[in-house]
């Protein structure tokens, strides 16, 4: 039996200040994210923008959405009004298209900035030059507002290779504050850490950590789909 509630409880107890939890709730149905409201959680993650405009409808409305997984540029539409932190801006093109979309409504959406920090091929993510090209252009966009960046590790027993991978992710953050966010305050922000990781992730100052299956178990996707 998975109790929602006792696993949020035991790891707010283990998270320090100064690092949030969000909930990762995708693929879980509306019941356990409310569980895991009622023990208090008000931060949830969704990777799928549909399923987060679904449980958004259904669920109580001072919930804070997060979106973490890759968004298609049509789907934007579906997140836009109440998105509270895009993690996963992977591209220049995705940043206009979310700063065309949130102009229509008259917000500033919060964004971070994905890093491809994996040796892993599938994994999303900037690069450096492609980071450096996204920068030039975003001064004008004033419907986003970058507050930091995010990265998977490499899904692996090796944990001395994830803390570099983390501990590259934290240069990134850093180099990126000191050349174009040092007047910055909101620029803040290192989303990192998974349920088999978390804690490497806070030890390598993780902001952020995005938490699914050791909150509401494992996920069962029926065949597997590629994890996008
Ligand atoms: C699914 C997902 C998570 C949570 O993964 P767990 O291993 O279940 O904690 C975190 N971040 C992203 C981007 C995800 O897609």
């Known amino acids: 039996m998975i109790d929602v509630k006792q696993n949020i409880t035991d790891l707010k107890r283990s998270i320090p200040d100064g690092t949030r939890l969000v909930a990762v709730s995708k693929t879980k149905p509306a019941d356990m994210i409310q569980q895991a409201y009622d023990a208090g959680q008000r931060l949830f993650g969704e990777n799928k923008a549909l ?9 109580p409305h001072d919930i804070e959405w997060h979106f973490v997984g890759h968004l298609q540029t049509n789907k ?3 997140i836009i009004q109440y998105v509270s932190l895009i993690h996963s801006i992977d591209s220049l093109s995705l940043l206009q298209a979310v700063n065309k979309e ?5 917000r500033v959406v919060d964004c971070l900035l994905q890093f491809h920090i994996a040796q892993e091929e599938t994994k999303f993510g900037l690069d450096q030059a492609e980071c450096e090209e996204l920068m030039n252009h975003y001064g004008e966009l ?3 507002r970058i507050v930091g960046v995010m ?7 090796d944990m001395e290779q994830v803390r570099r991978e983390f ?3 934290h240069n990134i953050f850093d180099s990126l504050k000191a050349s174009r966010f040092a007047d910055k305050p909101e620029f803040k922000e290192i989303s990192m850490g998974m349920s088999h990781d978390w804690q490497i992730a806070v030890e ?8 699914g ?5 494992a996920r069962d996707y029926g065949v597997q789909v590629n994890d996008v």
């Open 204 to 211: 390598e100052g993780s902001t952020l950590i995005r938490l």
């Open 76 to 78: 934007i539409k579906y």
């Open 167 to 169: 501990r590259n992710l």
């Open 142 to 144: 004033s419907n986003v």
């Open 51 to 59: 399923e987060m405009r679904d449980k958004h409808q259904s669920l």
């Open 213 to 217: 299956s050791s909150i509401f178990g």
């Open 151 to 157: 990265g998977m590790a490499t899904k692996t027993d």
């Open 102 to 106: 949130a102009a229509k409504h008259e």
